[in-house]
C-alpha cells in the first residue's frame, strides 16, 4: 500500500508540473503577442507618425495597425525630415526699380518659389519682407508675389517700423541666419548694394566683409553642416539707383540682384536638384557661387580601359601595369567621380585650375544627365611613374565676383557695389587664414 501511494502521488505531482508548464507557456505567449514594445528581434521599439500619411505604424512590426484600423504590412525604417523654407525679400528703397510692372525679377522668383511647392520640397514655406527687421506676409504665393510693387513695399516696410532708407547687408543676413535653424532653409533676394545712408559707403566695406564673416561663423559653430549657394540673375530695373555717396540716380535698364539660399548641404543639394539653374525663368542664372564645409568624402573609382594598365583586384583606386599604350604612345588613366553632393557648378568642377595636381596634367568633362565627372591624368613626363597621385579640389572665391564689382560711383551695367566683399565675407568664415581649403581629396594608388 505504501509503494502504490508513492506512486500515486509521484504522478499527481508530475501531472501538476505539466499543468504549470503549459500555463506557464500560455501566459508567455500571451504576453508577447500584447507586447507592443517588443519586435520579434527582442529589441525596444517605439510608435511612430510616417512623414506623408500621418499614420501610426511600428517600426518592426509585420503587420502592424494604423491609426485607420487596417494591417499595414510595411516596415518604417527611417524618416524623411523636410526643411522649413523660409523666403526673404529685401524691400528697401534701392529695391523698388525690379518690382515696378511686371519684371525678370518677378518672374524668377514667383516660378521658384512655385516650383518648390510642386516639388514638395517644404515642409511649410513661409514669406517675409526684410530691411531693418524682418516683416512676416501671409503665406500665400500668390498674393505675395501680386504685391511686389513699389506701393506696397513702402507701405508694409513703413507701416510696420522697418527702415527702407538704408541698405546694411551685413545686417540682412545676420537677421536671415539669426531666424534659420537647422532644419531650415532662408533664401534671400536682395540687390545686394550697401548704403549706410549719408556716409561714403566706401570707408564701411572692409567692416561689411567682417562682419558678414563673423555672422556666418557663427552660425557654423552651431550648424556646421550649412552650406550656401548665391545665384546672380539680372531683370528689368525701373527706380533709383544709390551710390556709395548716397546719390539719388534714376535708372532705367537691366541690372543684376543676388538669391543667397543657406541651409544644410543634403537639403540644398536637393534643392539644386529637382530644381536646377536651367529651371530659372526671367532671363535664369547668370552666375553661381556656393560653398559648403571642407573635406567632404565623394565617390570615386578608375575607370576600367581608360588606358593601358590593370586595377588590383577587389579594388577601385589601385593601378598595376601602367605603361604606356602602343597605339598613342602616351601613358594615361582616367577616374570618375560623383560631386553632385558639392553644391558646385559644372564651370568650377571642370576648371583644372580649381584643382591642385603635382607631375600631372589634368582633364575634366562632365558626364551627360548626372553629377559624375570624368577626369583624365597623364604625367607630365608621359612615363609610368610608381606611387600615390593625390589630387585635391581648392575651395576659391569665383573670378566673376571681382568682375562684377563696381565702384559704387553710378549704376554700371552687369555690376554691383561691394559684391565681392559679401563674397569674401562668406568665404572666410569656411576657410583658415593663410591655409588653402580643400572641398575633397581623390588618391590614386599606382603600384
Known amino acids: 500500500m505504501r509503494i502504490k501511494k508513492f506512486t500515486l502521488n509521484k504522478m499527481i505531482m508530475k501531472n501538476i508540473v505539466i499543468l504549470c508548464t503549459a500555463i506557464l507557456l500560455l501566459v508567455t505567449c500571451k504576453a508577447r503577442t500584447q507586447d507592443t514594445g517588443r519586435t520579434d528581434a527582442g529589441t525596444r521599439d517605439s510608435t511612430v507618425t510616417t512623414a506623408t500619411t500621418g499614420k501610426q505604424i511600428r517600426k518592426g512590426s509585420r503587420t502592424a495597425k494604423t491609426d485607420a484600423g487596417t494591417r499595414d504590412s510595411t516596415v518604417a525604417t527611417a524618416m524623411t525630415v523636410k526643411p522649413v523654407v523660409n523666403v526673404y525679400i529685401e524691400n528697401s528703397i534701392s529695391m523698388d526699380g525690379y518690382v515696378k510692372g511686371v519684371t525678370e525679377f518677378e518672374e524668377a522668383i514667383h516660378r521658384y518659389l512655385a516650383y518648390i511647392k510642386k516639388e514638395k520640397i517644404a515642409d511649410s ?4 519682407y526684410i530691411n531693418s527687421i524682418v516683416l512676416k506676409q501671409k503665406d500665400d504665393v500668390e498674393a505675395f508675389i501680386k504685391n511686389l510693387e513699389p506701393a506696397y513695399f513702402k507701405r508694409e516696410g513703413e507701416m510696420k517700423g522697418g527702415n527702407r532708407k538704408t541698405s546694411d547687408i551685413s545686417n540682412v543676413i545676420k537677421l536671415t541666419l539669426e531666424k534659420t535653424d537647422e532644419n531650415d532653409i532662408a533664401i534671400l533676394v536682395t540687390d545686394g548694394i550697401f548704403s549706410p545712408g549719408k556716409k561714403d559707403a566706401k570707408a564701411y566695406l572692409l567692416g561689411q566683409e567682417t562682419e558678414i564673416m563673423e555672422n556666418m561663423s557663427r552660425h557654423l559653430d552651431k550648424y556646421p553642416n550649412t552650406a550656401v549657394i548665391v545665384y546672380q540673375l539680372f531683370s528689368k530695373f525701373n527706380g ?12 532705367n535698364g537691366q541690372r543684376p540682384y543676388y538669391i543667397y539660399i543657406f541651409g544644410q548641404a543634403k537639403y540644398l543639394a536637393e534643392l539644386r536638384r529637382k530644381i536646377p539653374e536651367s529651371s530659372f525663368e526671367g532671363g535664369g542664372v547668370k552666375k553661381m557661387f556656393s560653398i559648403s564645409a571642407e573635406n567632404q568624402q565623394v565617390d570615386y573609382a578608375v575607370i576600367r580601359g581608360s588606358g593601358r594598365f590593370d586595377i588590383l583586384r577587389n579594388s577601385k583606386t589601385d593601378i598595376i601595369n601602367l605603361k604606356k599604350d602602343s597605339r598613342s604612345g602616351n601613358v594615361t588613366f582616367a577616374i570618375t567621380a560623383n560631386f553632385q553632393n558639392l553644391l558646385l557648378d559644372e564651370g568650377y568642377l571642370t576648371n ?3 584643382y591642385e595636381l603635382k607631375d600631372y596634367s589634368l582633364k575634366i568633362k562632365k558626364n551627360e544627365n548626372s553629377g559624375r565627372y570624368t577626369l583624365s591624368l597623364q604625367p607630365q613626363d608621359n612615363n609610368p611613374h610608381k ?26 551695367a552687369g555690376k554691383t557695389f561691394g559684391i565681392k566683399y559679401q563674397i569674401q565675407g562668406i568665404f572666410n568664415a569656411y576657410t583658415h587664414p593663410g591655409k588653402q581649403a580643400y572641398y575633397t581629396e581623390i588618391k590614386i594608388n599606382i603600384k
Open 352 to 354: 583644372p585650375d580649381n
Open 125 to 128: 514655406l513661409n514669406l517675409f
Open 240 to 251: 533709383t539707383y544709390f551710390n556709395y555717396q548716397d546719390a539719388n540716380i534714376p535708372h
Open 387 to 412: 606611387g600615390a597621385v593625390t589630387l585635391k579640389l581648392k575651395m576659391a572665391t569665383p573670378d566673376w565676383s571681382d568682375v562684377n564689382d563696381d565702384d559704387g560711383a553710378t549704376a554700371v
